[in-house]
């Protein structure tokens, strides 16, 4: 089945008051459609590959089919090892331009969270839906970011656009340690001004949204102890009321006393008795105790997602004081993991928004409203958002992402290829 050309949707749903494009900018239109089964193509050899964070094979492999594409569209292209980290690599592309124009950086990933071992694997076309591990997250975003970029060079627009392309190869198992394996992500944000994340489009409603805003994602650990004794004197002055009433008291006192806007703290693993302890990973629990024991240790972990530094650091301090007011008999102590720093919703990033709805508008495209931040996990663009205006979901429409299932739809990707092409020929003509 062939994708109904864009360009015949632009022209049926534009009115002439609403159709503002310039020659280059229709050029980039009718692009897309001719280069649209040829980018199916490469997506679908993308996905038949298992990139799994951890098949560090595998990751190589993917960045091996899209080096060339780049290299074609006249970007000098890089492999950056990351065997320090853990990780197999991620895959830099850099194309100097005018000097003073917008600097982009373009943002998206090689690796999956379906590793070797999974049973969901293969690639399945049912019209104009995909099934296959990382169709949409993010071999999706991938194959439009490399559609945009070749519209973009037939069209003459990436003339004198100054881009760098970054594709790591461990976006959903960032390496340790982070300063190693996000430093060259770091390097090319202190370079740009835009920072454009091509993962998965947002939609509301049935309608595409525009994400401006990504939560952070960070962990924490509750360890409490208490007096082992019998149970009979639990509560009495000499005994205390143990580890595990401790633990109680400490998460309950979470989900009262902290909930606000955009923030999120999830309790995903629990253990106590006479003998606890949690995995190396984090991943696993195991305890032994008895009825009429009084429990001394106890431990919880958790994740914990804000919408900004200050809201992070008040959220922490908040976390430490419930922690620090002790039941008798019993002490706590909380640790924190800081992984994904917010992504705040800026003007600037509002702003960058507002470009894209105008280019909506030219094609004849509805207003992308803004999408709750709460409603979308971390990535990539986390990391440099401190250091770039940033704009999110560039990507492909899809459904299920990191799960047995997921699904793309292939009717999003000339839609979202033209709409990044356009906004990218428009930043990289002015100064930013």
Not at 84 to 97: N, P, S, T, V
Not at 144 to 158: E, F, K, P, S, Y
Not at 267 to 276: D, K, N, P, Q
Not at 401 to 427: K, N, W, Y
Request: aromatic share 4%.
């Amino acid at each position: 089945m062939r994708l109904l050309p864009l360009a015949f949707l632009v022209l049926a749903a534009a009115s002439p008051a609403a159709a503002q494009l310039s020659p280059a900018e229709q050029r980039v239109v009718t692009s897309v459609d001719a280069g649209l089964a040829h980018n199916i193509a490469l997506h679908e050899a993308m996905v038949r590959i298992n990139s799994g964070t951890h098949n560090h094979p595998g990751v190589r492999a993917v960045a091996d089919l899209v080096r060339p594409e780049l290299e074609a569209l006249g970007f000098t292209v890089e492999w950056i090892d990351q065997a320090a980290a853990g990780r197999a690599g991620h895959l830099f592309a850099r194309r100097e331009g005018t000097a003073g124009t917008t600097r982009m950086l373009l943002i998206g990933h090689l690796d999956t969270v379906f590793e070797p071992s999974s049973p969901f694997q293969g690639y399945s076309r049912n019209g104009d839906i995909v099934t296959g591990p990382g169709v949409d997250d993010d071999k999706g975003g991938v194959a439009i970011m490399l559609l945009a970029l070749r519209a973009m060079h037939d069209a003459g627009t990436l003339d004198g656009a100054n881009i760098t392309v970054a594709l790591t190869g461990d976006e959903e198992d960032a390496g340790d340690p982070l300063s190693v394996s996000r430093a060259d992500l770091l390097a090319a944000a202190e370079w740009a001004d835009v920072a454009l994340d091509f993962e998965s489009l947002a939609t509301l409603d049935r309608q595409d949204a525009g994400s401006v805003a990504r939560r952070s994602s960070n962990g924490w650990q509750v360890t409490t102890s208490g007096r082992e004794g019998h149970s009979s004197r639990v509560f009495s002055e000499g005994s205390g009321y143990g580890a595990i009433y401790e633990l109680a008291r400490i998460l309950d006192q979470f989900r009262r006393e902290l909930p606000e806007e955009d923030l999120t703290y999830n309790v995903g693993i629990i253990t106590g008795g006479s003998l606890a302890e949690l995995g190396d990973e984090g991943l696993t629990a195991t305890a032994s105790g008895k009825t009429n024991i009084i429990a001394p240790i106890a431990m919880a972990r958790g994740d914990l997602r804000t919408i900004s530094p200050e809201q992070t650091t008040r959220v922490l301090a908040r976390m430490q004081a419930i922690v620090d007011a002790n039941l008798p008999g019993t002490d706590a102590e909380i640790s924190f993991e800081l992984r994904y720093p917010p992504m705040p919703p800026t003007e600037a990033n509002l702003a960058l928004l507002a470009r894209l709805n105008a280019i909506n508008s030219d094609l004849g495209l509805p207003e992308m409203p803004v999408f709750p931040p709460a409603m979308r996990g971390a990535g990539d663009i986390n990391f440099v958002a401190h250091l770039a205006d940033g704009l999110i979901g560039l990507g492909s429409s899809g459904a299920g992402a990191h799960a047995p299932g997921e699904t793309v739809d292939l009717s999003s990707f000339p839609r979202q290829a033209v709409r990044a092409a356009i906004l990218m020929g428009r930043l990289a003509a002015t100064p930013y």
